[in-house]
């Protein structure tokens, strides 16, 4: 299959090609997006052969569940059984990264909710995705547009690594913002919330909104093999490299100085702040961001752990994230790309 690629700015709307993709997607076939999060590959939410042919062209199993994309937070009404708790999330963080796990009605196909009775829905802030969702008059399926096993997109070149030849067309819409994909919560009966996945929108600020958030376990935890994850999701291994990923825990300077030792050794790949950057040796440097910076941290990671993944690295170190705020969706994103491998320093 042929792949259009159409760059997409603000200088750029090109809303003419955004009505064409509007319409691959009412035809039933697949187009890759940018978000506010990562890219999604994304489809016809009401058509189960759209959701057959999303797992088909990302080698994903079809029991993990995909995300309805709505373009207005009162939307959910129609695909998804809302409740006062849902309102409350939409009026603090849509259009924007949450994703809500509601009941779902049965005008969404079983293929796209992966058998559950339940559907995650996101209303996404990026004017693309607005855009597309509008135009195409149906909510969109969508995971995220890398093959299954590899890390998440953030920009249109790694989408185009993972699915060209494999969908019609990809939208460019630049790098990700945000550059780790959405917080998913799901609301429990009693009006809680459990925090599924971090991402964009950090525990604190949930519960600024909803007093009671529990964070899943297997958030920050390794499964035992007979533990059912909350999440199917959560089962699968994910964002991982070839090299092994070993996570670094100590005090700073102890850190850098393993790290230099290390470079002597062997050709290590290091996802390294800004900070070390005058003090290791240039070759095989992939730096994320400032210490301190966890923003520039989450928009650059997948990108560094793809390009640490291309080079000739036998092993990839990184530093093991705090756990709070946005370092909390770093923790959960880099400690499954380390199998769960940390490091103490001493
Ligand atoms: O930021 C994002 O959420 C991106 C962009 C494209 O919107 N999408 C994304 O989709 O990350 P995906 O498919 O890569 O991740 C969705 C996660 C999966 O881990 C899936 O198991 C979980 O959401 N999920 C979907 N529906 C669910 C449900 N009904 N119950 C529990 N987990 C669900
Ligand atoms: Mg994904």
Redesign the pocket.
């Known amino acids: 299959m042929n792949t259009e690629i159409i760059s997409i700015t603000d200088k750029n709307p090109q809303e003419s090609a955004l009505a064409r993709a509007a319409r691959i997607i009412q035809s039933g076939e697949l187009i890759a997006f940018p978000?506010e999060?990562?890219?999604?590959l994304g489809g016809n939410g009401l058509d189960a052969e759209a959701a057959h042919k999303i797992y088909a062209a990302k080698g994903r199993p079809s029991d993990?569940?995909?995300?309805l994309?709505i373009a207005f937070p009162t939307d959910a009404e129609k695909y998804a059984e809302v409740s006062p708790v849902y309102t409350l999330l939409a009026k603090a963080f849509m259009p924007g990264?949450l994703?809500v796990?509601l009941p779902k009605k049965a005008i969404v196909p079983r293929s796209v909710?992966?058998g559950?009775d339940?559907?995650?829905i996101?209303c996404?802030s990026h004017p693309v995705a607005h855009r597309l969702i509008e135009l195409a008059g149906v909510p969109i399926a969508?995971?995220?547009?890398n093959l299954s096993g590899k890390p998440?997109p953030t920009e249109a070149s790694h989408v185009i690594r993972d699915l060209s030849g494999r969908i019609p067309m990809i939208l460019d819409g630049g790098s990700c913002e945000i550059g780790l994909?959405?917080t998913?919560v799901?609301i429990e009966a009693d009006g809680s919330l459990t925090l599924?996945?971090p991402?964009g929108i950090t525990y604190d600020a949930l519960c600024m909104v909803v007093p009671k958030v529990k964070v899943a376990d297997a958030v920050t935890k390794q499964l035992a093999e007979n533990e059912r994850p909350?999440?199917?999701?959560?089962k699968y291994r994910h964002y991982a490299p070839t090299a092994p990923v070993v996570l670094l825990d100590g005090a700073p300077e102890k850190v850098l100085s393993f790290l230099q030792d290390e470079q002597k050794k062997r050709a290590c790949a290091i996802l390294c702040y800004m900070e070390e950057l005058d003090f290791l040796t240039p070759r095989l440097l992939f730096p994320v961001g400032g210490r301190n910076d966890l923003k520039a941290q989450a928009q650059s990671l997948f990108r560094c752990l793809r390009e640490a993944d291309l080079s000739e690295a036998e092993i990839i170190y990184a530093h093991l994230p705090v756990q709070t705020g946005m370092g909390l969706a770093l923790y959960n994103r880099m400690i499954r790309a380390a199998a769960h491998t940390v490091q103490q320093i001493s």
């Open positions: 978000t999060t990562v890219y999604g993990n569940p995909l995300i994309h990264p994703t796990i909710t992966g559950l339940t559907v995650a996101r996404p969508a995971p995220s547009a998440s994909e959405s998913i799901k599924l996945r991402g909350l999440s199917p999701g959560m």
